[in-house]
């Protein structure tokens, strides 16, 4: 079986079982949470979620900047009064450099220029959280009343470390 195949298959045992189909559209915990891609990280699990409870939005890094506009959906028209950073241990954010990414794509990619994009990745991981709260917390965007926390999920623990939580 390919990926494909085996993600249907899994998904028609899923679908034949499932029960939750008249859930609202709002998140019932009013929280969203923005965290990394990374496969080692199963939302549900690290954050005690179920189905309807909460936004999670997901990119490389858990970076906010690149959050924001499914943050201020979340907020603006979907409810959600509580926002949770997290980002992680062994991140592949702290393995390369713009300059980096940059030269692999006009290398594998027929001479493409993408040194206009910032691909968002950082150095230190404890003080990446800090700012990347500090960037929500500065935008205009998100209102002052909703807090924000910064936390590092420790991919061989499975832990939540509070970074920056108000
Ligand atoms: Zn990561």
Request: net charge negative.
């Amino acid at each position: 079986m390919t990926i494909v195949q085996e993600i249907q298959a899994a998904n028609e045992a899923y679908a034949h079982s499932w029960t939750q189909g008249q859930l609202p559209l709002p998140p019932a915990r009013k929280v969203a949470i923005v965290t990394c891609m990374d496969a080692r990280i199963i939302p549900a699990h690290t954050f005690g979620l179920k189905e309807g409870d909460a936004h999670v939005i997901r990119n490389a890094g858990g970076r906010t900047p690149e959050a924001l506009r499914s943050l201020v959906i979340s907020e603006q028209l979907l409810g959600t009064d509580t926002i949770i950073v997290a980002q992680h241990t062994d991140c592949g954010m702290l393995t390369f450099e713009n300059k980096d990414i940059h030269a692999i794509i006009h290398k594998n990619l027929a001479g493409a220029d993408a040194t206009h994009i910032d691909f968002l990745p950082f150095k230190n991981l404890e003080q990446n959280v800090r700012d990347d709260v500090r960037f929500l917390r500065e935008s205009p965007l998100i209102p002052k009343h909703i807090p924000i926390h910064g936390y590092v999920i420790d991919v061989s623990s499975g832990k939540l470390i509070a970074v920056d939580s108000e």
